[in-house]
């Protein structure tokens, strides 16, 4: 079945304790992003990938990293995490290399930042 | 600055009558435009799109319309089902400066009422 999977759903953590949110594509897909999803404000682009060690940031990138070292993954790191970091986060992935329609999400990670 | 906007929030129909959800943007360099759906605990999943070469196109009960002029796009869903219920995000998107950037609304909770 091709799907985009992000693990954990849902974490909760700390302050200042680094972590990780992960993402893998099972459809050979060149394009990935992450979006962060907030009330009022929609779905918000923090990093995106064109392929294989290549990313660029997107609207809201301050405070996040990202990693493409392999196709099908696209890692988000949060370093230092902070209480506005507090969202709810999508990976997506596309075939397009040309516009991002038909992006395919993952389901979808909670993150609680106290 | 939000380039993508969707002034309603919410959206309550009655089951069998049409659904309009409307988006409006600014950037008009815009050339391409999508609707997303989204359940709740689900990542948005596409619905329709178009291209800045139409004004209309149609996908079963669902209709997109865009008015260039009026930088202004609407989603027909015409008989509505309770099946519809759930977020609908506007997406926007340009070709010409090369960004793989979709560009989202905030959003409209749609309801429809048996």
Redesign the interface.
């Known amino acids: 079945e091709a799907q985009v999977t992000q693990n954990p759903r849902y974490l909760i953590t700390v302050t200042g304790k680094k972590l990780t949110v992960t993402c893998s594509q099972n459809m050979n897909h060149e394009y990935m992003s992450w979006y962060r999803q907030d009330p009022g404000l929609g779905l918000r682009q923090i990093y995106y990938s064109m392929n294989v060690e290549v990313t660029d940031k997107g609207d809201v990138p301050e405070g996040y990293k990202v990693s493409r070292k392999e196709k099908r993954n696209f890692p988000l790191i949060l370093e230092s995490p902070s209480p506005n970091q507090t969202s709810l986060y999508f990976c997506a992935s596309s075939a397009s290399r040309v516009f991002n329609e038909k992006l395919f999400f993952g389901s979808g990670t909670q993150l609680s930042v106290l | 600055d939000q380039q ?1 906007k ?1 002034n309603s ?1 919410s959206l309550s129909v009655q089951e069998g009558r049409i659904s309009i959800l409307n988006c409006d943007y600014t950037n008009s360099m815009f050339d ?1 435009f ?1 609707w ?1 759906k989204k359940y709740p ?6 619905l329709i ?1 178009i291209s800045s070469i139409k004004d209309k196109n149609e996908d079963g009960r669902f209709t997109v319309f865009l008015n260039k002029s009026a930088k202004h796009l609407s989603l027909h869903i015409v008989p509505s089902q309770p099946g519809d219920s759930a977020v609908y ?1 506007c ?1 926007a ?1 340009s ?1 010409g400066q090369g960004a ?8 409209t909770r749609l309801t429809i009422n048996p």
């Open positions: 993508v969707q929030p391409y999508l997303y605990a689900e990542g948005p999943t596409f799109s995000f997406a998107s070709r793989q950037k979709l560009v989202f609304g905030q959003g």
